[in-house]
RNA sequence: GCGCCCGUAGCUCAGUUGGAUAGAGUGUCGGCCUCCGAAGCCGAAGGUCGCAGGUUCAAUUCCUGCCGGGCGCGCCA
């Protein structure tokens, strides 16, 4: 038995994990198939032709509900004119009732036109499936260690820090969804010189300087927050921040202490104002348990044995150029201690030890330096990690603005917007989209008071607001005492044959496709981009088409496609962890 | 100067890995609630997809070069 071509395994998989019966286009993609390999019987077209066969929804229903440009792809292998051979590839199709025509247009494009009653069955499918719609096994249980966040414990998390938890989220919410055993992990970086700087801002204040004080530190921090600190170190407060409880000293000479205590203050504030946004950690990595344990000098120990580093200038450096960088990269400085990219290294090699094989860290891009330094500092430690290895996705720049002028970000100047302004000011659910609908790479605008005005403007009511409607919808019948029914419901699908109500239809079908697209790309606003879609079909068939007729078949057939809209709105807006509520 | 990212409607942004007449929101103008929620719907106007080449049957999409903007180019992180 010859071997099958590598992409009609993967059409076979795919069409066994879609249900063809369900999904149009893989009903399609199979079809083609089976008249590809009529016409190579024939030997109309050549034997060793092996197409990707592609199937997409169009944009314009006159074109059909599916096209496909395969008479395009293969005119010029198969010596034929497109028009030609898309003749001929309708004329080999077998014969199939979820088809109700087909037309050729254009330079040689085929248009297919489901029909209603094959095309509905994905309402039955949905409710059926309920919250595993759009879900599925592709990732096979994999290990996804996904990096994000990951701020310095030295004041509250801003915008920026809110893009990045907003997008790694949403991102791992994708990639379970698609069947990958995701872990969500914080770096905290409590072991370099801002934290000495943490420390000596926080002294000074409990000395009672103030940033105008001819003593107070050189780049000290000047937000207020730093003043809460010392208050609490004074009082000699306790705190709580994930594995550790530390109790002030209310010593204002004992820097150790102080820095202790400030750390844990601050990481107590972002994991609060983490948890006000909706998302959580499986792992808080401390950069000081890498000493502690002896990592970085383990490190540095194996980067010296490989013979990769130099001594120059008093400070020893890794020959990073040796791996793709512009120049070498200091790792020990002249005065002692280690930059922050060698703990990051051995950060980077505890995870490979940990055995994922798939690490992406999510970060802002004006870190995007540290990208090629740290992979230059893995190949250079020849333990077997693949170049490339580990993923990023980095976010741009987050420009705020407020009554159309710019608020600097500033950490040190203390005044810059955090993730708990915007969650008090514009609520957790539009921050969370606004912040996760745009591309990571292209910069966005966050306008303050555009996004707090709590009515119109805001795409995420849009989006909610389709869900309550439905939930209205199904109050209304329970009120009537007309409450849905099932099996009436799902047994006349094919009353469904409006405009309006096929749109719908096959904005539906497309959200698996959708889910599985964001998650392998790593590009969460993709499912926004569909909700927003989905939730415009929805408004439309709902201004055309009245639910709430006397007849109940019709009546409860109508509601199913509601139901089944609502259940898709729901589970995309979880995927962004926004919330779906029944009434707004 | 070098590296990465971006440039699409007045504004904010999408564009399903190269498809047909480039979309949505907002803003402007004009319509739709005795009717399931008007936070909604319908219509109009608005574009040399930064510019110029190249590859292709087909380019907003891929390649090259410019122009413009952002970020980075620390023995900071």
Known sequence: MTALPLHYLGACTRRHRRHPDIYMKDTIISLLEGAVDALKHQGVLPNDLTPTIKVDPTKDKAHGDYATNLALMLAKPSGMKPRELADTLVAALPASDAIQKTEIAGPGFINFFAATDAAAQIVAQVLDSGDAFGRSLIGKGEKVQVEFVSANPTGPLHVGHGRGA?????????????????????????????????????QARAKGLGPDDASWPE????????????????????????????????????????????????????????????????????????????????????????????????????RT??????????????????????????????????????????????HHSTVTRVRAGLQALEVGIPTGWPDYVLHQMVMVTRSGVEVKLSKRAGSYVTIRDLIDEVGRDATRFFLAARR????????????????????????????????????????????????????????????????????????????EHAAKNREPQQVAQYLLDLAGDFHTCYNAVKVMVDDDTLRNTRLALGLATRQVLRNGLDLMGVSAPEEM
């Open 166 to 202: 907003a997008i790694g989220d949403s991102l791992c919410r994708l990639l379970e969804a698609t069947g990958y055993d995701v872990t969500r992990e914080f770096y905290y970086n409590d072991a370099g010189a801002q934290i000495k700087n943490l420390a000596l801002s926080v």
């Open 219 to 318: 780049d000290g921090y000047r937000g207020e927050y730093i003043v809460d600190v010392a208050n609490d170190y004074m009082a000699g407060k306790t705190v709580t921040a994930d594995d550790r409880e530390v109790t002030a000293k209310a010593d204002a000479d004992d820097l150790d202490a102080i820095q202790a205590f400030a750390v844990a203050w601050l990481r107590r504030e972002q994991d609060l104002d983490l948890k006000a946004f909706g998302v959580e950690f499986d792992v808080y990595f401390l950069e000081s348990s890498l000493y502690e344990d002896g990592k970085v000098e383990a490190t540095v120990e194996k980067l010296v044995a490989n013979g990769h580093t130099y001594e120059k200038d008093g400070a020893m450096w890794l």
């Open 321 to 366: 150029t040796d791996f793709g960088d512009d120049k070498d990269r200091v790792m020990r400085k002249r005065e002692g201690g280690y930059t922050y990219f060698l703990p990051d290294v051995a950060y980077h090699l505890n995870k490979w030890q940990r055995g994922f094989k798939t690490v992406i860290n999510e970060q802002g891009a004006d």
């Open 440 to 515: 990571a790479d292209s910069q966005l605008t966050f306008d303050i008071d555009l996004a707090r005005s709590q009515s119109n403007d805001n795409p995420v009511y849009y989006i909610q607001y389709a869900h309550a409607r439905v939930c209205s919808m199904l109050r209304k019948a329970e009120e009537a005492g007309q409450p849905f029914d099932h099996s009436i419901a799902t047994a006349h699908l094919a009353l469904l044959d409006s405009d309006q109500e096929k749109a719908v239809l096959n904005r539906l079908a497309r959200y698996p496709e959708v889910v």
